[in-house]
């Protein structure tokens, strides 16, 4: 029975694939000791690889398909999610998901508290995520006007605190 160069190949492959399954530590302590017998073969190897995979077609190819990928409005909805969420999850707490959260300021076109529309063209009335200065938590989904107002209130309130603080720590 003879045979082709394409079955020769397979059972070569086979027998490799079982022996590495067979003698994995054994392999793993040989490379370990390869690598710290001969450091500079291994570096200049691991360069040698690095630099073939860096040619300019795979980094012509790379930026191409990531500047399709941001054409696409799919990807670019889901990248501004993504940013927003990752902003949040910085800055804020929040009771429930960050995708409940995210649902909850898509879903929203009217300011609670002055009933303007939102929309993201007039920078007065962008959505903004209010957010407790002091605990953190994220109160309501309100227009960027109604949001530095309710900060100034807020800030107010600290100065205020502040000082009865240190009237009443002068007087006892």
């Given amino acids: 029975m003879v045979l082709t160069e394409e079955e020769k190949r397979e059972n070569k ?3 490799n694939r079982k022996y590495h399954q067979m ?5 793993k302590e040989r490379k370990t000791k390869d690598k710290e017998c001969n450091p500079e073969k291994h570096k200049e190897c691991a360069n040698k690889s690095y630099h073939k995979n ?13 500047a399709e ?5 799919v990807y670019a909805e ?20 960050w995708e409940e959260l995210n649902q909850k300021y898509m879903e929203t076109i009217c300011c609670p508290l002055c009933d303007c529309v939102m929309n993201q063209a007039n920078n007065r009335y962008q959505k903004s995520v209010d957010h407790d200065h002091f605990s953190l938590y994220v109160r ?11 900060g100034k209130i807020d800030r107010n309130k600290m100065f205020l605190h502040l000082e009865l603080y240190r009237y009443f720590a002068l007087i006892s």
Avoid: A, Q
């Fill in 13 to 15: 492959n086979k027998y």
């Fill in 23 to 27: 003698n994995k530590e054994k392999i």
């Fill in 54 to 66: 860096k040619t300019p077609e795979r980094l012509k190819n790379k930026k191409e398909y990531e």
């Fill in 69 to 73: 990928k941001r054409k696409d409005p």
């Fill in 78 to 97: 889901f990248s501004r999610k993504r940013s927003r969420i990752n902003t949040w999850k910085k800055n804020m707490k929040y009771w429930g998901t």
């Fill in 140 to 150: 309501d989904i309100i227009c960027k006007n109604c949001n530095n107002k309710r």
